[in-house]
């Protein structure tokens, strides 16, 4: 047949010949290209049994399967029909992330609500969601019992049913062992006790994200419940803050709320875990300046509600809340450490949820029975709030040591007239005087 070139075979398995010599006769294929004859109508007993016929494998260039009779087809045969199968179903999903409420009053038990919701269809969540409760008995029987039969917190969030996958646990490390989140959502006074309980029981890639709403006086003026809790349990921390009233979250009325939070994915994780079509969250950077918004609002909310018992009116309501948003972006700026900017306090955590407490909120409502009464904060929070404590005039006190520590109490009139009404026996009908001499008017 004479020499072959270097390139001695084809695509089609054919021998080329050598440059001038005569073309080689076409060596014997290994597969017949004759045509093959249609199938008789009737079907035969493999395909009866839901198997693929012989002759299905052929096509009319005469290809077979990838091996037939011990005869090797060609590669690009075999790699087609390779390519053509479906890919192999992904690998089983572990058991998603754990998450635990420490905490059960009446905003943690309507965050249960959206939790446990969203926990049970979304696989990246353990369904189970653990759920903190001060143990106390309501009507002879044991809250958590009740929470955990009734699917109800009758006595903080009575009416609001929760998903069966919310479980009370009135034992605080058992409730919250294995936790990969931790939702913080108890007052602020009671957070120390609760993180010296949790020190050491807590896994260190735990995601922690702190509700509550407060501050606390540290060595350097201001210290944040987030950085108690970082201190203590050793956690990466987030805060979510907003106008966010519990009964009407957990009516699934509309609303917003502000993630603050530093590091993105846990911004992300945080953010599919808490919104809903209702319940609308966004994420920004700026934590600190989140939860300080959380915070002051309380103590301008008390404010408010003095106007309202004194019968003051909307106009000066309005111009308690414009000073009191002034004074609390100033303070952000004092005492952040990172940046402080003014489209956080645009943020549903910062003027929405200052509107929100100012007109709806239980700091405003026991604010104005003060004024109207005469009876005492201790007494009108026993009365009035079914067991729940009031935020504002506890931390208008913890600011006004701390402002008196670093001498700027001539700056913050309206915080400073809150505490000195509340605790030093300043008659509330002097509260006007900080609105008419504040340094806005200056």
Same mark, same amino acid.
């Given at each position: ?94 058991? @998603? ?90 007052? +602020? ?17 735990? %995601? ?26 050793? %956690? ?8 966010? &009233? ?45 939860? &300080?918004? @959380? ?55 910062? &003027?929405?949820?200052? &509107? ?35 935020? @504002? ?11 008196? +520590? ?37």
């Amino acid at each position: 047949m004479g020499s072959l070139g270097k390139d001695w075979r084809g695509s089609q398995g054919r021998a080329r010949p050598a440059e001038g010599e005569d073309k080689a006769p076409p060596l014997p294929s290994r597969v017949s290209t004759a045509p093959i004859p249609a199938p008789a109508p009737r079907r035969g007993p493999s395909e009866r049994r839901g198997l693929r016929p012989l002759w299905a494998w052929f096509s009319g260039r005469g290809r077979g399967p990838p091996c037939m009779w011990g005869v090797k087809c060609p590669q690009s045969w075999w790699r087609g029909a390779v390519a053509a199968r479906p890919p192999p179903p992904p690998p089983p999903t572990m058991g @998603g992330r754990k998450v635990c409420i420490v905490g059960s009053g009446n905003w943690g038990s309507a965050i249960a609500k959206i939790v446990g919701s969203n926990a049970a269809r979304l696989e990246q969540f353990d369904t189970m969601v653990n759920m903190w409760v001060f143990e106390e008995e309501v009507g002879g029987k044991k809250l958590t019992e009740i929470i955990n039969t009734q699917h109800e917190n009758v006595k903080y969030l009575p009416g609001h049913k929760l998903p069966p996958n919310v479980v009370a646990v009135p034992d605080l490390l058992k409730a919250a062992a294995g936790a990969d989140i931790l939702i913080f959502v108890v007052p +602020h006074q009671f957070i120390g006790k609760l993180c010296e309980q949790l020190k050491d029981h807590v896994k260190k890639e735990t %995601i922690g994200v702190s509700l509550i709403k407060g501050v606390d006086e540290g060595p350097e003026g201001l210290k944040l419940i987030s950085h108690i809790i970082r201190e203590w349990l050793g %956690i990466e921390m987030s805060v979510l803050m907003g106008a966010n &009233i519990a009964n009407e979250v957990a009516e699934e009325k509309f609303c917003e709320t502000t993630i603050g939070c530093k590091n993105l994915e846990h911004g992300h994780i945080l953010k599919e875990l808490m919104q809903t079509h209702n319940f609308r969250v966004t994420v920004v950077p700026e934590a600190e300046t989140v939860e &300080i918004c @959380g915070a002051l609002k309380n103590v301008v909310a008390v404010g408010a509600g003095f106007c309202d018992g004194l019968s003051f009116g909307d106009n000066t309501k309005a111009a308690v809340i414009r000073l009191g948003l002034m004074e609390m972006i100033t303070f952000a700026k004092l005492f952040c450490k990172g940046p402080v900017t003014s489209t956080t306090f645009l943020e549903s955590c910062g &003027i929405a949820d200052l &509107i929100t407490t100012c007109y709806g909120g239980r700091n405003r409502r026991v604010a104005e029975a003060f004024a109207r009464t005469g009876k005492s904060i201790e007494q009108l929070e026993k009365e009035l709030l079914n067991g729940q404590k009031l935020q @504002g005039p506890q931390t208008s006190a913890e600011l006004n040591h701390i402002l008196k +520590h670093k001498n700027l109490l001539e700056k913050f009139p309206l915080f400073t007239a809150v505490y000195q009404i509340c605790y030093e026996g300043k008659p509330i009908a002097d509260f006007i005087k900080c609105l008419q001499n504040h340094p806005a008017h200056m």
